[in-house]
């Protein structure tokens, strides 16, 4: 079993940033996938960023340029900074572990005021 824990979501202004934090209660140095995932009232979850256990990401095209997702085995700990946040990021941001299955936390809501 492997539990995730997001933390770093709020409210924040448009152009804002957060730092969001996903820790992991296992070491995460051989966790092929880790990623970023949020979804707005009445949408969908979606994709926002990935990163493997080599370092190497990737991005949804939306956020692209303002958002790094980064990775901290040491500290068993996935980082997502967002920067120049805009009001369509407005949504609740979960963190998953894909290795045999998936694993998710519960969620942090990161809202962007206008």
């Known amino acids: 079993q492997v539990q995730l824990v997001e933390s770093g979501g709020g409210l924040v202004q448009t152009g804002g940033s957060l730092r969001l934090s996903c820790t992991v209660s296992?070491?995460?140095?051989?966790?092929?996938?880790l990623g970023w995932y949020r979804q707005a009232p009445g949408k969908q979850r979606e994709k926002v960023a990935h990163?493997?256990?080599?370092?190497?990401?990737n991005y949804a095209d939306s956020v692209k340029g303002r958002f790094t997702i980064s990775r901290d085995n040491a500290k068993n700990t996935m980082y997502l900074q967002m920067n120049s946040l805009k009001p369509e990021d407005k949504a609740v941001y979960y963190c998953?572990?894909?290795?045999?299955?998936?694993?998710w936390g519960q969620g942090t809501q990161v809202t962007v005021s206008s």
């Open positions: 990163i493997t256990s080599g370092g190497s990401t």
């Open positions: 998953a572990a894909h290795v045999w299955t998936d694993y």
């Open positions: 296992r070491t995460i140095f051989t966790i092929n996938v």
